[in-house]
């Protein structure tokens, strides 16, 4: 019998989390380059834009749209301030 061996390290983005710097958690630490992003004075990795993207949010889930724009970042300082659970 075969198995798969699947290892994630900590720079193993999930899609729509919303963690923007990899360190297994959404806080105002991601807040910051989503802010650069949308401003365009950060341009993001591919898996910046993974992570981040969670915008627009309807019934339940994410819809992407592979770029992170304000609504994205509106969700992640809900998720970073606890008022928003994806």
């Not at 075969?2 to 290892?7: E, F, R």
């Not at 770029?67 to 606890?82: C, E, H, K, M, V």
Request: charged letters at 15%; hydrophobic letters at 40%; aromatic letters at 4%.
């Amino acid at each position: 019998m075969m198995t798969a061996n699947m290892q994630f390290s900590a720079n193993t983005p999930l899609a729509g989390d919303g963690d923007l710097n990899f360190d297994g958690k959404v806080d105002a630490a991601d807040v910051l380059p989503g802010s650069r992003i949308v401003l365009g004075s950060l341009t993001p990795s591919a898996d910046q834009v993974i992570a981040g993207d969670i915008a627009p949010y309807s019934n339940g889930a994410s819809q992407p749209d592979n770029r992170i724009t304000p609504g994205d970042l509106l969700l992640i300082s809900r998720i970073a301030l606890g008022s928003f659970t994806p």
